[in-house]
């Protein structure tokens, strides 16, 4: 008999409801006791198209993110930290179900996530938790990112669509307040709540308020132009960077004026006594190319100047720090399992196997049993018009690419691939593809991100690949 949409739809939602109606009954296999660690309270920041490497906790030299450096400093911070896509309704799909874009399908920001698969808002309101989203632009989070938010706030009035000629965004500052409102009128103090908001100013236009401009202009003066040079070419940046081009800049005021926008929100919360037994965790979507070759944006490549993400988890009570992880590789999928486990939510029942692997372990200051050995990232085939695709450097064909802490592979299906040995060139500048040196290593890279490819594309599990599904990649010449 075969399976109807509507039962394909109940089956994709049926994880909600197992979660539910086991999470008073299972408890996860490392996770504590209730009683040692309370959780009413999910906080959901998302630092839209922000680099790690641009953040002072992470190691920039001009102070951009005094609050999340607090935040840094009393919780959990992933160094290592990977988006799946650099466009951020795929990556966002990707942290909200787990999975991979070539899994849920959303492969860039006009595609919609399908009924069946299963968001971190729909599991936390299905365990009782109230749920509410506050994002700074419209276009690239909405088709069915919304499920499971009883709650949905996006640019409206003066930041709406057909005021702004294209699509809608509206600066931190607005987005905090609307979200300030919420919580002082619709939240009690203890009430399970699970809040998401999403700040776009590092995206362009890039239009910081003069006041943020000025700071940063003040702490290059500090640091010292020619310094500062040195610091962004040790970037992968183009020399001279910050005389040639005041976009850097911008860039790095906007992430200041976000950060600061976000700590109002965070004091507004303690002084509503919304603070305790709260969890903050806070990300990158995807990162910014800045010039990096060749590319001011992200979408187009999948290097890490727009992989390489913040990925911070902190708790009011002190319990995830201070640490910080710079040994491990993560990824966005794990976020949602991580909140699982935190939970005491049992597992989820998806409707394609979830690649995320639990943080939890890392959270109580040990080291996970089965850590995560990779990091995989990929980018859609381009479908735009071939003036745009010329503008925005966009090659043709998908690419994906398979990482860990010392090498990186990048698979195009048009054009040559490359391999970048990570610990001497952590910004992907020398090409090994053709060093025998390598060869070894790059074959086996190779080999493991072929396997990969086809696996989740097929929706099997690594190791019962069809042929079917390997055939497909043997045809663009991947396999021999």
């Not at 599991?123 to 088709?143: E, I, K, M, N, Q």
Request: glycine share 8%.
């Amino acid at each position: 008999m075969s399976e109807t949409d509507t039962q394909r739809r109940w089956r994709g939602r049926a994880g909600v409801w197992v979660v539910r109606l086991t999470a008073l009954a299972m408890v996860s296999a490392c996770a504590p006791a209730q009683e040692e660690f309370n959780v009413r309270r999910v906080v959901l920041i998302t630092l839209d198209t922000t680099r790690a490497d641009h953040l002072s906790a992470l190691g920039y030299d001009l102070e951009t993110s005094p609050w999340f450096d607090q935040l840094a400093a009393e919780g959990t911070l992933f160094e290592r930290a990977y988006a799946q896509s650099a466009t951020t309704k795929p990556s966002h799909a990707s942290l909200f179900t787990s999975l991979y874009p070539i899994q849920h399908g959303v492969q860039r920001n006009g595609l919609v996530l399908e009924d069946e698969f299963v968001t971190m808002a729909e599991v936390l309101a299905g365990a009782g938790y109230r749920t509410a989203a506050f994002t700074s632009a419209d276009a690239p989070l909405g088709g069915n990112l919304r499920q499971g938010f009883q709650h949905w706030d996006e640019p409206q009035g003066e930041y709406s669509r057909a005021l702004m000629g294209g699509a809608a965004y509206r600066p931190a500052r607005p987005t905090i307040d609307a979200a300030i409102e919420w919580l002082g009128a619709e939240v009690e103090p203890d009430a399970s709540m699970f809040l998401w908001v999403h700040v776009y100013d590092a995206h362009k236009p890039l239009m910081p308020p003069p006041e943020y401009r000025q700071q940063i202009d003040e702490k290059l003066a500090v640091a010292g132009i020619e310094a500062h040079d040195t610091r962004l070419a040790s970037q992968g940046l183009p020399a001279g960077r910050a005389q040639l081009d005041q976009r850097v800049l911008d860039y790095d005021a906007e992430i200041l004026y976000a950060d600061t926008e976000l700590r109002r929100l965070f004091d507004f919360m303690a002084s509503q006594d919304l603070q305790d037994d709260t969890v903050w965790i806070i990300f990158g979507d995807h990162g910014q190319g800045l010039g990096s070759h060749g590319n001011f944006g992200h979408s187009v490549h999948i290097y890490n100047a727009q992989l390489h993400v913040p990925l911070l988890f902190w708790s009011s009570d002190g319990a995830f720090g201070p640490r910080r992880v710079g040994d491990a590789i993560v990824e966005l999928t794990d976020v949602l399992p991580t909140v699982m486990d935190m939970l005491q939510l049992g597992e989820l029942e998806q409707a394609m196997p979830v690649q995320g692997r639990s943080l939890w372990p890392y959270l109580q200051g040990s080291t996970p049993s089965g850590r995560r050995l990779f990091a995989f990232s990929e980018r859609s085939r381009y479908t735009g018009k071939p003036k745009r695709q010329e503008k925005f450097n966009y090659e043709p064909g998908s690419r994906y690419s398979y990482q860990d802490l010392g090498y990186k592979y990048l698979l195009f299906t048009e054009g040559p691939d490359e391999f970048y040995d990570l610990s001497a060139d952590p910004y992907e500048l020398v090409d090994l593809i053709d060093s025998e040196e390598y060869a070894e290593i790059r074959d086996l890279f190779r080999d493991r991100l072929v396997q990969l490819v086809a696996s989740t594309e097929s929706g099997a599990t690594p190791g019962s690949v069809s042929e079917e599904a390997l055939e497909q990649l043997r045809a663009l010449g991947y396999i021999q």
